[in-house]
T-cell receptor, first 112, second 114 residues
């Protein structure tokens, strides 16, 4: 089976930097994705790491260390609109069809 | 920009009734999924669908659930004999072929079973 752990909540001020860590346990690993979900909304894809290292997409970056079973999402220059839940999601090697297993989500609260 | 659409946005039903949730995936996508999210909890995988058949399903997806792609555009999730614990937000998602990892989620159907 698979399990993912991420913090339940993070609070930061506008303009700050937030790092959301995700550790995972899985019998096989293909890649780690990050999704953003605003209250009442649908998950929206942010980033994907299949290989070790950093992926940068604008203000958001994601990092993966396969040897440590660890990844993080970095949110820079926080804006009020970044207040949302952020989920890490694992695709395992046995998930041939792309099934995602989601973590419990991290609620990011951005304050003025 | 193409998007996944779902209908209805909200559905209220009585326990034991059947419901059909509808989705129109992005037109050139080949992989389709249903997920659900119980209020305040994580998103859970239900089923994946490829080439007109179920490719993978979770333990949640028991005999009361079924999926169908009745034509070239719609993708439906049927829940027979709904239970109280089926109350959740149901998301449809689709993914394009060619190794892209992004799954595009629809806005969801909020199902309430009374």
């Amino acid at each position: 089976g698979q399990s993912l752990e991420q913090p339940s909540e993070v609070t930061a001020v506008e303009g700050a930097i937030v790092q959301i860590n995700c550790t995972y346990q899985t019998s096989g690993f293909y890649g780690l994705s990050w999704y953003q979900q605003h209250d009442g909304g649908a998950p929206t894809f942010l980033s994907y790491n299949g290989l070790d290292g950093l992926e940068e997409t604008g203000r958001f970056s994601s990092f993966l260390s396969r040897s440590d079973s660890y990844g993080y999402l970095l949110l820079q220059e926080l804006q009020m609109k970044d207040s949302a839940s952020y989920f890490c999601a694992v695709r395992g090697t046995t998930d041939s069809w792309g099934k995602l297993q989601f973590g419990a989500g991290t609620q990011v609260v951005v304050t003025p | 920009e193409p998007e996944v659409t779902q209908t209805p946005s909200h559905q209220v039903t009585q326990m034991g009734q059947e419901v059909i949730l509808r989705c129109v995936p992005i037109s050139n996508h080949l992989y389709f999924y249903w997920y659900r999210q119980i209020l305040g909890q994580k998103v859970e995988f239900l089923v994946s669908f490829y080439n007109n058949e179920i490719s993978e399903k979770s333990e949640i997806f028991d005999d009361q659930f079924s999926v169908e792609r009745p034509d070239g555009s719609n993708f439906t999730l049927k829940i027979r004999s709904t239970k109280l614990e089926d109350s959740a937000m149901y998301f449809c998602a689709s993914r394009e072929p060619g190794g892209q990892e992004t799954q595009y989620f629809g806005p969801g159907t909020r199902l309430l079973v009374l």
